[in-house]
């Protein structure tokens, strides 16, 4: 009998995601408030529940994909207006949140789960929405180890490179920090690219010249900034789908946060968030829909 996994939230990177567990012989069970977002899960042979507690009911593993950590906290623990899906998850489930919200968040719903006899793991995920499509996204998890290698039978069908970063709250801190670092190197990659373009050289061929040379990193290699260079990616779509400007504000405002609670200097963090921040105002409209590639607009000319 196939494994039932029920799965809230099917954005960008959800979708692909429960797609895939279709794919590997799961009985997918998905919940979204979008009715767009339902309907493709459908066609990707899920099945819908019309309420997030629906989806979870006789559910193996609970998969949620969400915006933020209070509505995390809400979804798992309620509030005055609901109950929260701890109450209705099965008490042998898996609950995985791959959300990226602070490590307070994970650890509150993990010490609510726990308190309920129910088994939580975070495992934040990182490679972008293709990889999402392709079913080879990095999980970085937090929690036991015996429940992390619980996790692997679910995230196997979704990734291709699967961490345990510690205890429950750890694989958000390692999201965090590997976020951070992304918005550091695609800022510094536009940046570099832009400053070739206004001295007369060819993007496309700057970018194979920093590919074989020291410069070369993952936004150069996988995800250029720079439109025309690489097909496959916003860039080239008019800075469309991917991961939003808003989204990567949201993790860096994570780190800025955990710098704090740590009392870490973050200099190069603190600065790609002004810079995000920055280009999302700029030009007198809001892109914060766009995809954070999109940084490359703030340093051109044109």
Partial sequence: MAKRVAFVGLGNMGSGMAANLVKSGFEV??????????????????YIASTAAEAVVDADFVVTMLPNGSIVETVYIGDENAKGLLDSIPETALILDCSTIAPINARTVGSAAAAKSRRFVDAPVSGGVAAAAAGTLAFMVGGSEADFEDSKTVLTAMGSNIFRAGDVGAGQAAKICNNMLLAVHMAGTAEALQLGVDNGLDPVVLSEIMLKSSGCNWSLEKYNPMPGVMDGVPASNHYEGGFLVDLMLKDLGLAMEASLRSQSSVPMGAAARNLFNLHKHSDGEDKGSKDFSSIQQFYSKS
């Fill in 29 to 46: 069970k998905a919940f979204d408030l979008s009715e767009l977002a339902t309907t493709q899960a459908r066609d990707n042979g899920c």
